[in-house]
């Protein structure tokens, strides 16, 4: 009995490092998904929290235009480097490229007392630059757009 189980332990080796070979790609697709993931909700809730930041900053701070309706022009630089810096001056991005042409795009509305800012962003994955195009020259885009809008009305000073 004693040569049995020793002759089938011989026969058992080396199987453990052929089943992780075979599991290994698929525990590492699923671990950097659900870090792309997390990190995609993690700049998502960074962006509808400068959007309400900067929404919340235009409505305390917008002038009363000639005609009765909201005028915004003063004060559009400093609600642009809210969304894009978190702050009145520009500083560090908190997200990533938003410098970048293309990458955010602003949009500030007014309409009698409420006012409305859209902004939509363009994620960009991490691992995108190491994705080729399988079956042509061109790069596969895996940008994805995330938006967040916020409405607020104007508080009378």
Request: no cysteine.
């Given at each position: 009995?004693k040569?049995?189980?020793?002759?089938?332990r011989?026969?058992?080796?080396?199987?453990?490092?052929?089943?992780l070979?075979?599991?290994l790609?698929?525990?590492?697709?699923l671990?950097f998904?659900?870090s792309e993931?997390?990190?995609l909700m993690y700049q998502y809730?960074?962006?509808?929290?400068?959007?309400?930041?900067?929404t919340?900053?235009?409505?305390?701070?917008?002038s009363?235009?000639t005609t009765g309706?909201?005028?915004?022009?003063?004060i559009?630089?400093?609600i642009?480097?809210?969304?894009k810096?978190?702050q009145?001056t520009?500083?560090?991005?908190?997200?990533?490229?938003?410098?970048q042409d293309?990458?955010?795009?602003?949009v500030?509305?007014e309409?009698?007392d409420l006012?409305?800012i859209?902004?939509?962003?363009y994620?960009q994955?991490i691992f995108a630059?190491?994705?080729?195009g399988?079956?042509?020259?061109?790069e596969?885009?895996?940008?994805f757009?995330i938006?967040?809008?916020?409405?607020?009305r104007?508080?009378?000073?």
């Open positions: 009995m040569t049995l189980t020793y002759k089938s011989k026969n058992q080796q080396g199987v453990a490092a052929i089943e070979t075979i599991i790609p698929f525990f590492l697709l671990f998904a659900t993931f997390g990190r809730n960074a962006l509808t929290k400068t959007v309400r930041d900067a919340r900053f235009a409505t305390s701070h917008a009363p235009g309706a909201v005028d915004l022009s003063q559009s630089n400093e642009n480097n809210i969304i810096y978190g009145l520009p500083g560090t991005s908190l997200l990533p490229n938003v410098d293309g990458v955010m795009t602003i500030v509305s309409s009698d006012i409305t859209a902004v939509t962003y994620w994955p630059d190491f994705i080729p399988f079956f042509s020259d061109t596969i885009n895996l940008n757009p938006s967040a809008q916020y409405t607020m104007v508080i009378d000073v």
